[in-house]
């Protein structure tokens, strides 16, 4: 999925309705991000947002705000703790 810019975020409206719970953040190279549930994978569930205005309405990923540009952070659920690993993007 291309990246938005640095201010802005690509999330799911499943993570935004409150149907599922944030389980994949990355933090792309050019600092946009991604928050997403990590169970769809379709472009009309995904939706563009300020990237602050995420860290706002879930203060739980407030830890994350650290996360690394080219890093990926994911979790099997909101119980577990999050895993952090470098991340590549693939070419388009």
Do not use: K, Y
């Not at 990355?26 to 947002?49: K, R």
């Not at 830890?63 to 070419?91: I, N």
């Amino acid at each position: 999925m291309g990246s938005p810019g640095p201010e802005l975020s690509i999330v799911s409206t499943f993570v935004l309705g409150g149907m599922e719970p944030v389980r994949l953040v990355v933090h792309h190279a050019d600092g946009s991000w991604d928050f997403l549930c990590n169970t769809i994978d379709d472009a009309g569930s995904m939706v563009t947002v300020h990237t602050e205005h995420v860290f706002e309405r879930f203060p739980d990923l407030l830890p994350l705000r650290s996360l690394p540009r080219g890093f990926l952070a994911e979790r099997g659920d909101v119980s577990d703790e999050w895993v952090t690993e470098p991340f590549t993007e693939e070419p388009q």
